[in-house]
């Protein structure tokens, strides 16, 4: 258990990751102007279907209470009633998670009937004094968990689906941001008086005639043989690593945006005068997919949320990190794209500090921020794909191996594989970034939560009745049902857009 405080901290610490040091170079491209408001936009609704994620969490919670009671009450019902094993099968399915009636119904399933609405109403009314103690968060039950819970079996398919690719994307980014830090060091002079040799992946590395994209792959065969074992073993606990990293992470951002206001300053002294474009319509698909990715949080807050202490203003404590940390991103965007111009940004951000003399010509500054990305993401590489197995090995738990052995070595090779080998055929962070951003990260940030909450309300309207879920003191404050559908809208139109602009793009 943590305090508000530290679990606002959490939350800040998991939402601004590897998608902060791709957001410059996104934002230089699709214009300052047309970039803040889009952040803004798509900050407030992720804030929106966090806060979707958390009222299910609280009814999820309430469901299985209601198990836990309904369990001790049949088994008194049992002792003083000689209850037999025909009438318990009779007993309401609503919470029974057995897998048969809610296989056959649909994702969207249409409402209890009237007579089990009327039945329903008066649960909620006859328990209402403990309502609010049944939906209080207590157990920490993830996306997964609550997918199984409310979700068919087709939706439950999807769901998994849309976390894989999201998560496979993840990895890929992952294993093409520490190979091209590492390439960028070992091919540029991290000497103020000598000349960097950054450029295309064609040029020339080393003197032997390596190109930039031979030293990058050998970096990447080297991250793979280092980190790739990790993936069959659980590493999930690495608390005092997290911690550490977490500190880093907060220096290097704040040492950026020091470092580019000094450029700024250094810039107008010298006359140099970079004016950024207002907006380009042409990048507005990457920011969308990159800022998607930027504020993405939602597959673990159940974990983060839980062990909070006092929860009575959890939308509240959100509403202050997304708040803040849209102000974060702004700041070390708008530094960025006025310190260097958007031509000069790179892909990865901490890589304009690392080959700029003009930003700073301190070597252990500059070894820094180029390592930075190194430290921080591998830690979280061997976690991510642990993941990834787990959620691969839960889809296909139907036809996965009898032997344990054989199961424990497949999934994890299956989660280590692809992500090293897209990384090995492209190193381009932004459109790493974007893809995953504007279609996994859209269905995992978008169309998730809004499903979610949706089937959580009705799962949850025929146990305690309706007036019970609007009085859930973790009711979402976008209640209304349309916020659901205009969440689901947006994300059509939106992927509509990016789809369209990619082809056009390439033709």
Sequence with gaps: MYSSAAGVAYIFNLIVGTGALALPNAIGHAGWLISIILLFVLGTLSYITTTFVIESLSIAN????RDKKDDNNLVVGRVVNNLDDDHYRSASPVTRRDGKSSDKSPLLSPSSSHDNDQSASHVGVSI??????????SKNIEMGEMAMLFFNKAGRVCFYICIIVYLYGDLAIYAAAVPKSLRDIA??????????SSGSNEGICWSNGFTRMDVYRIFLGV??????????FNVQKTKYLQYFTTVLRWIAFIMMIVL????ISKNKRNGKSITPPIANVSGIPNLFGVSVYSFMCQHSIPSLV???????????????DYALIFLFYALIGMTAVFAFGPDELQDIYTLNFQDSCEATDVVFLRYFLGLFPVFTISTNFPIITVTL???????FSSCSPSSPLLSRILFPTLAVVPPIAAAFVTNDITSLVGYTGSYAGAGVQYVIPALLVLMARRHGSEIYGETA???????????RKWWIYLMLIWTVVCLSFVTVNHVLVRH
């Design 223 to 232: 991250f793979t043989v280092t980190m790739a074992p990790f993936a069959y």
């Design 306 to 320: 839980t062990p909070i202490k006092n929860k009575n203003n959890l939308t509240r404590l959100l509403f202050y």
């Design 62 to 65: 309430a469901c299985y209470r």
């Design 260 to 263: 580019a206001i000094l450029l």
């Design 469 to 479: 879920i609007r009085q859930n003191v973790h009711k979402s404050p976008f209640f």
């Design 187 to 196: 091919c540029s002079s991290i000497s103020c008086n000598g000349t960097s």
């Design 389 to 395: 197995s787990n959620n691969l090995k839960a889809l």
């Design 128 to 137: 209402n004094g403990a309502v609010e103690e049944d939906f209080e968060i």
